[in-house]
Each structure stands twice: as structure tokens, then as C-alpha cells.
């Protein structure tokens, strides 16, 4: 028995950490044959979101057309705080080869998670598209495109249209700024441009019942070493 009790014990820490593994998810993932903005103008181009519980960034990402996951000039991605006017994420550049992750037509870079509590936010990037028919381009409602598909982690987030500058370095487009967009709600998914991966940071923190079940497990090991003593000192 005594032998036995790692085992149990690495056993019961397993079941406890599998019954606790993070949900990720993407907030816009583009789809296949997103069409071209034939204006194809430089700058940046950002999707809003509000945060209704905290919430942690792990990856930003990007919207490739292509679905080669190959970036031939930089993409830059950031997400800024709306209300204060800053970074709240470090800005990722793309450029090089990526997997394709989501629909197909995303590219993901992990970053050193990020806790971002309730408030007004804009996921932006600034490389897609350009004056000469650039190879990096992105998708936009007002000419064919469907948009990408918002996931808002079962409440965690609310989409809240979308805005654009013709800055060819990064800066945050204006919330508002958005002329020839759909109106709200479908201008939520305007562009296909930046995204990110999230998760609840409340998923990290077990339930009282597993810890109990936990602890009832631990127990049930030490009173069956308790009973093999006890036959032992009588035998």
C-alpha cells in the first residue's frame, strides 16, 4: 500500500488539474474567400469590443488572406484601452511563416498573458492592405466580404463596431471613425483584420467541490495505511 500511494496521489492531482483546463477562445475568426477591399488603402483598422468580466489575452493574431500563414511585409497588432488612449498588450509583428489556426485564416503569435478588466477596447492592425495592391490584405463588409465570426466566450465580451485611420504607423484609430461601415450590430465585424485569443481567468481556480472531492480522495488513502498498521500490530 505504501508503494501505491504516489500513484493514488498523482492520480488524484491529474483528475483535479484535467476538470480545470483553460477554455480559449477567438474572439474574430475569419473564414475562407473574404473579399478584397478593392480600395486596398494603408492604415489602421481596428474592431471594438467591450470586456463585461475580466478577461485574459494569451495570443494576438491576424487575418491572412491567403491561408498560406506567410507574411511577406510586417503586420503589426496591438489592442488599445479606449478610455485611456493606451497599450494595454504588447504590439506583435508578423512577418515570416505562421500555422494557420481557427477557420483556417488566422495566424496566432502566444504573448505573456494579459489581464483586461471591464471597459472599452479595440483590437487594431496596421500592414494589411496598400495603395499598389499589396499581398497582405483584408476583407471588408462594405465590399463582399462576410465579416469574421465573434465569439464572445459565453458573455465574457460585447462587439461594438469598428474604426479606421490611414496612419501608416501604428496609432488608435478613433472609436467612431468609420465611414461607408455597416451600421451597428453587423458593423462589429466589419473588417478582417487583428484578433486575439482569450480565456476567463476564472477558469484557472478550482471549485470548492473538486477540492473536496480531492481532499476525500487524500483521506480514503490514509485511512487504508492507517488499516494495514493497525492489522499489521495485531497480527
Not at 511577406?72 to 496591438?78: K, M, N, R
Not at 485611456?84 to 483556417?104: A, D, H
Amino acid at each position: 500500500m505504501k508503494r501505491l500511494f504516489p500513484i493514488f496521489l498523482l492520480v488524484a492531482l491529474t483528475c483535479a488539474v484535467s476538470l480545470h483546463a483553460n477554455i480559449s477562445y477567438i474572439a474574430y475568426s475569419d473564414p475562407a474567400n473574404q473579399a478584397l477591399d478593392p480600395t486596398d488603402s494603408a492604415g489602421n483598422i481596428a474592431l471594438i469590443f467591450d470586456v463585461n468580466s475580466p478577461i485574459s489575452v494569451t495570443a494576438l493574431g491576424v487575418f491572412n488572406a491567403t491561408g498560406s500563414g506567410t507574411f511577406t511585409t510586417p503586420v503589426q497588432v496591438v489592442i488599445w484601452n479606449t478610455t485611456t488612449n493606451t497599450e494595454v498588450t504588447p504590439v506583435v509583428t508578423f512577418l515570416g511563416s505562421y500555422t494557420p489556426v481557427g477557420l483556417g485564416y488566422d495566424d496566432f503569435q502566444p504573448i505573456t498573458p494579459v489581464a483586461l478588466g471591464a471597459g472599452s477596447y479595440e483590437v487594431d492592425e496596421v500592414g494589411l492592405g496598400c495603395t499598389f495592391n499589396c499581398s497582405e490584405q483584408f476583407g471588408n463588409q462594405a465590399h463582399g466580404s462576410t465579416g469574421p465570426v465573434l465569439s464572445t466566450g459565453g458573455g465574457l465580451l460585447t462587439f461594438n463596431g469598428a474604426a479606421y485611420n490611414f496612419n501608416a504607423s501604428l496609432s488608435e484609430p478613433t472609436p467612431g471613425n468609420c465611414l461607408g461601415c455597416n451600421g451597428l450590430p453587423s458593423q462589429s465585424s466589419q473588417f478582417d483584420v487583428g484578433t486575439f485569443e482569450f480565456e476567463s481567468p476564472a477558469a484557472t481556480t478550482p471549485e470548492p467541490s473538486y477540492v473536496v472531492m480531492l481532499g476525500l480522495g487524500l483521506l480514503l488513502v490514509s485511512l487504508l495505511r492507517l488499516s494495514r498498521r493497525f492489522k499489521r500490530a495485531r497480527g
